[in-house]
């Protein structure tokens, strides 16, 4: 008999994982977005203390910088780790399965029967690792598959594609 463990364990393994390039693609891109609010902050309490403004004290100037480095840290350190250990697909006949999250994790199906196009896409940090996105049109929304070598995304571009013109006919 299993345990609820090695039950787990078996469900893991359908699972594909991302690049593990994906943690340091997504670190750059973090730290860039970040980096803004951050310095703004600092700079708007420097300047506060310098000349003395009354409606920003040094205390509050200090204490919104310290906010936004801890989240500065936070999301370019921790943030991206944890997303890639709890992202996962698979891709069957029928359907493809999507797990991912931060603090709730969310399990999605997309029946093949429901696919309109499968498109890649690549910014200039993806481009850097050699990455690409993968991303599956609904006519409800689009899933996202970032984090995938280029020649992986381009043949699953394919491989789904080929699967969603099957079940349609």
Not at 44 to 58: C, D, N, Q
């Amino acid at each position: 008999m299993e345990s609820n463990e090695e039950k787990q364990q078996r469900g893991e393994e359908r699972f594909r994982r991302l690049h593990p390039d994906w943690i340091a693609a997504s670190r750059l891109g973090s730290a860039c977005f970040y980096i803004f609010p951050l310095l703004i902050a600092a700079a708007l309490a420097v300047l506060g203390a310098i000349f003395e403004w009354s409606w920003l004290p040094l205390w509050l100037g200090g204490l919104v910088t310290l906010v936004f480095a801890l989240l500065f840290i936070f999301a370019t350190f921790r943030v991206p780790v944890i997303r890639y250990n709890r992202f996962g697909f698979a891709i069957f006949e029928e359907e493809v399965e999507i797990r991912k999250g931060l603090f709730f994790i969310t399990e999605t199906l997309i029946p093949m029967t429901k696919v309109q196009h499968v498109k890649l896409e690549s910014g200039p940090i993806l481009r850097k690792y050699g990455l690409a996105e993968l991303k599956v049109v609904t006519a409800a929304t689009t899933h996202s598959i970032a984090g995938l070598k280029a020649g992986e995304a381009e043949s699953l571009k394919r491989t789904i594609g080929e699967l969603a013109r099957r079940t349609e006919e």
